[in-house]
């Protein structure tokens, strides 16, 4: 079958970095995708790897290991406007998109 | 942002009664999808079309049908609901799915209430 793994809830505090884990087991791999979604709103899409290592854009950087089914998001300096719902999904062999459940992402000042 | 509406924003509606929910989009993208949003869940795809009157099933088909008549528009429709379907749907677009650097982009979302 097919999988994808996040922890339900992280919580940090403002000015901190956060790591946000994802596994994943899909029938074929075609990459790895990470939204965002604030409560009541549309996923907006942050980032996409598809070759193993890491992919840096601004304050959020995002991690791939093919050979071992598994990414992170890394959020850096974190601000109060990064409380949202982290989605992990990742694109299968019929280039259609397996998703998480989501992390939600607590704030703290 | 892309052009994407979706329509109505929010409906609650009776057990057994049919319901249409449109998808409208700008971009002329090939590609459209309905998803279903529930707490505890990923995304779920419902129904996909890859051009007009192209349309595929997904992951959660049942009770769902689909119809695109122009490329701009993306109908979906449940022909009696039930309360389990009551649930956010989400439209969204994407120029091909075949690599990363054309993600889909997400409408604004309905949410649907069946009492």
């Known amino acids: 079958g097919q999988n994808i793994d996040q922890p339900t809830e992280m919580t940090a505090t403002e000015g901190a970095i956060v790591q946000i884990n994802c596994t994943y087991q899909?029938?074929?791999?075609?990459?790895l995708f990470w939204y965002q979604q604030h409560a009541g709103e549309a996923p907006t899409f942050l980032s996409y790897n598809v070759l193993d290592g890491l992919e840096e854009k601004g304050r959020f950087s995002s991690f791939l290991s093919r050979s071992k089914g598994y990414s992170y998001l890394l959020l850096k300096e974190l601000q109060m406007k990064d409380s949202a719902s982290y989605l992990c999904a990742s694109l299968d062999s019929n280039y259609q998109l397996i998703w998480g459940a989501g992390t939600k992402l607590i704030i703290k000042p | 942002d892309a052009g994407i509406t979706q329509s109505p924003r929010h409906k609650v509606t009776e057990t057994g009664t049919p319901v249409t929910l449109r998808c409208h989009q700008t971009e002329n993208h090939r590609y459209m999808y309905w998803y279903r949003q529930d707490p505890g869940h990923g995304l779920r795809l419902i129904h996909y079309s890859y051009g007009v009157k192209d349309t595929d099933k997904g992951e959660v088909s049942d009770g769902y049908s689909v119809s695109r008549s122009k490329t701009e528009d993306f109908l979906l429709t449940l022909e009696s609901a039930t309360s389990s379907q009551t649930s956010v749907y989400f439209c969204?677009?994407?120029?091909?799915?075949?690599?990363?650097?054309?993600?889909?982009?997400f409408g604004p979302g309905t949410r649907l209430t069946v009492l």
């Open positions: 969204a677009i994407s120029e091909s799915p075949g690599t990363g650097t054309d993600t889909q982009y």
């Open positions: 899909t029938s074929g791999f075609n990459g």
